[in-house]
């Protein structure tokens, strides 16, 4: 198994475009948790799905949306897309809701322009 | 408010002295606390959680709720041990909804 997967690994926009971020977990794993990192900062919570439902959310406004889907992949979306957008988008799953052990991925660099 | 402090950007010390990463938070109920781990060129891992109690490579952390502490600690620091620390505390909201809350994190550097 080769871990938590994440694409693109790089991704340049523009102000005002969107963006679509893609996560595959570890196999046998339901949750996925999506987080954000600025340089300098620790990783921010941004959602947590858990069998299809979204089962937590941080301090995001609503440009940000995800979804999970029947093979647990996930997909985060952010529209409207801002300078202060540009960070590390990090994946992370897990067996369960719980967050007690969470798997990361190496992450999606967003540089918004 | 619920959060994480880690106090230090950079910690900075010598092959086989003691090692001491501080975290304090601030949670109002009951605090589940892990550090997590970021190796350079790799991913972020998760190091110890306090709920298992456990010792990972030399590395322990007690959980003090009356300090709201959970200082990470090894007695004598090697040279791998050098990477990015993150402390991280676990939210639980109503409806089973979770969220992680982690640190800016402390950078350790273990010279020879």
């Known amino acids: 198994d080769a871990g938590v997967t994440q694409s693109p690994t790089h991704l340049i926009k523009t102000r005002g475009q969107q963006v679509t971020l893609r996560c595959s977990p570890i196999?046998?794993?339901?949750?996925v948790s999506w987080y954000q990192q600025v340089l300098g900062q620790g990783p921010q919570f941004i959602f947590q799905y858990y069998e299809k439902e979204e089962r937590g959310r941080g301090n995001f406004p609503d440009r940000f949306s995800a979804r999970q889907f029947p093979n647990y992949s996930s997909e985060l979306n952010v529209n409207a897309l801002l300078l202060g957008d540009s960070a590390l988008y990090l994946c992370a799953s897990s067996p369960t809701s719980a967050l007690n052990e969470q798997f990361f991925g190496p992450g999606t660099r967003l540089t918004v322009l | 408010a619920q959060r994480v402090t880690q106090p230090e950007k950079l910690l900075s010390v010598f092959k086989g002295a003691p090692v001491e990463l501080k975290c304090n938070y601030s949670y109002s109920g009951s605090p589940e606390l892990f550090w997590y781990v970021q190796y350079s060129r790799q991913r972020l891992q998760l190091l110890l959680r306090?709920?298992s109690r456990e010792s990972i490579k030399g590395f322990t952390a007690d959980l003090n709720k009356g300090e709201t502490s959970f200082h990470l600690k090894k007695p004598f620091a090697q040279e791998e041990d050098s990477a990015m620390y993150y402390c991280?505390?676990?939210?639980?909201?109503?409806?089973?909804?979770?969220?992680?809350?982690f640190g800016a994190g402390t950078r350790l550097a273990v010279h020879p």
């Open positions: 306090h709920i």
């Open positions: 196999s046998g794993h339901k949750s």
């Open positions: 991280a505390l676990r939210s639980r909201a109503s409806g089973g909804y979770n969220k992680l809350i």
